[in-house]
């Protein structure tokens, strides 16, 4: 079974300041890897997603994160943090080979910055 | 592109009462959408899979005589609480998918439907 782990529950940084989010999956298969943020009472807003080809994926609002297959991880990444980017992050996993997959995700990671 | 939408936003209602909370894609078509529940400060539990024309597929330990899922066109799933209670309080999010368009299998999310049961 496919599983996710993001291993800080809680991360401040100053604004400005670079920022990584810690995202570790469990899969047998190729996996889709996707992050998601989450701002208080909101749904989730798709940041980006791993699918295949360039390791280094390019995300919305300036977010990056490293698809590192050796380490079974996918950290997101930001050079610079704005005041707007606290929010709550969701790291997830999707299966590559079936057709009516669902995802699983990761326990989250809240975003807190600081002035 | 790949908007979801979900009605209401809020929503509360006395314990034995049924609530029914829609969601729509509002600018594709959605063979599959997914539900699922937050509780206060933790991730999302998939409840269940709707398929489009089928019958829904309920993740374990999830009443399906409780949350009643319909998906009757490709653009509409509803989700009905049926008799609610206090402990089914919590923040119910669907989400999307078109695979025909989209082989990686990427959900869109609504926005969320807040339930109070008092």
């Known amino acids: 079974a496919q599983s996710v782990t993001q291993p800080d529950i809680h991360i401040t940084v100053s604004e400005g300041a670079s920022l990584e989010l810690r995202c570790n999956y469990s899969y047998g298969a190729t996996p889709y890897l996707f992050w998601y943020v989450q701002s208080p009472g909101q749904g989730l807003q798709l940041l980006l997603k791993?699918?295949?080809?360039?390791?280094l994926v390019q995300g919305i609002k300036g977010f990056e994160a490293e698809f590192k297959r050796s380490q079974s991880s996918f950290n997101l990444r930001k050079p610079s943090v704005h005041w707007s980017d606290a929010a709550e992050y969701f790291c997830?996993?999707?299966?590559?080979?079936?057709?009516?997959?669902?995802?699983?995700f990761g326990g989250g990671t809240r975003l807190m910055v600081k002035p | 592109g790949a908007v979801v939408s979900q009605h209401p936003s809020r929503v509360i209602c006395k314990s034995g009462t049924s609530v029914k909370i829609e969601c729509r894609s509002l600018d594709f078509q959605a063979t599959t959408m997914f539900w699922y529940r937050q509780f206060p400060k933790q991730s999302l539990m998939l409840m269940a899979t709707s398929n489009e024309g089928s019958k829904a597929t309920y993740e374990q330990g999830v009443e399906k005589d409780k949350f009643l899922i319909n998906h009757a066109s490709l653009t509409l799933s509803t989700l009905t609480v049926t008799s609610a209670h206090p402990e089914d309080s919590s923040f119910y999010i669907c989400?999307?998918?078109?695979?025909?368009?989209?082989?990686?299998?990427?959900?869109?999310f609504g926005p969320g439907t807040r339930l109070t049961v008092l």
């Open positions: 989400s999307a998918r078109e695979p025909a368009q989209d082989i990686t299998d990427t959900q869109y």
């Open positions: 997830a996993v999707g299966s590559a080979n079936n057709a009516g997959n669902m995802l699983t």
């Open positions: 791993y699918f295949s080809g360039d390791t």
